[in-house]
Nanobody, 123 residues
Framework: QVQLVESGGGLVQPGGSLRLSCAAS????????IGWFRQAPGKEREGVSC????????YYADSVKGRFTISRDNAKNTVYLQMNSLKPEDTAVYYC????????????????WGQGTQVTVSS
C-alpha cells in the first residue's frame, strides 16, 4: 500500500525554523518526484517546492525561495523540507505528494498524497 506520512509541523515564532519530513512506505522514492504543497484556510492548495527523481533537481515557489530547502534521503525513503525565516503567511497545512519522475506545480499531476501537517507561524 502506497503511503506518505508528513511530520515535523508545529507552532513557531516568526523568524523561526522547522523541518518537515515526508516518509514513504509501500514504494521507493527513487523513481518519484516529491512535491510539497500547502493550503491555508480559504485558499487553494499551492505548490511550495519539488525535487525530481532523475537528477535531484529542485524547484521553489518565489514566495519561499532562499528560505526553504528541499532534500531527499533515498536510503531512508524520506524527503525533507527545511523551512527557515518563517513568516506568518507561511501558516498552512503542508502536504507532500508523489508523482512519477518529474516535478510539477499542478495538484492534479500528483497521485499519492500524505495527510498533511499543520505549520503555524505566530508570535
Amino acid at each position: 500500500q502506497v503511503q506518505l506520512v508528513e511530520s515535523g509541523g508545529g507552532l513557531v515564532q516568526p523568524g523561526g525554523s522547522l523541518r518537515l519530513s515526508c516518509a514513504a512506505s509501500g514504494f521507493t522514492l527513487d523513481d518519484y518526484a516529491i512535491g510539497w504543497f500547502r493550503q491555508a484556510p480559504g485558499k487553494e492548495r499551492e505548490g511550495v517546492s519539488c525535487i525530481s527523481s532523475s537528477d535531484g533537481s529542485t524547484y521553489y515557489a518565489d514566495s519561499v525561495k532562499g528560505r526553504f530547502t528541499i532534500s531527499r534521503d533515498n536510503a531512508k525513503n524520506t524527503v525533507y523540507l527545511q523551512m527557515n525565516s518563517l513568516k506568518p503567511e507561511d501558516t498552512a497545512v503542508y502536504y507532500c505528494a508523489a508523482q512519477w519522475l518529474r516535478c510539477s506545480w499542478y495538484v492534479e499531476d500528483f497521485g499519492s498524497w500524505g495527510q498533511g501537517t499543520q505549520v503555524t507561524v505566530s508570535s
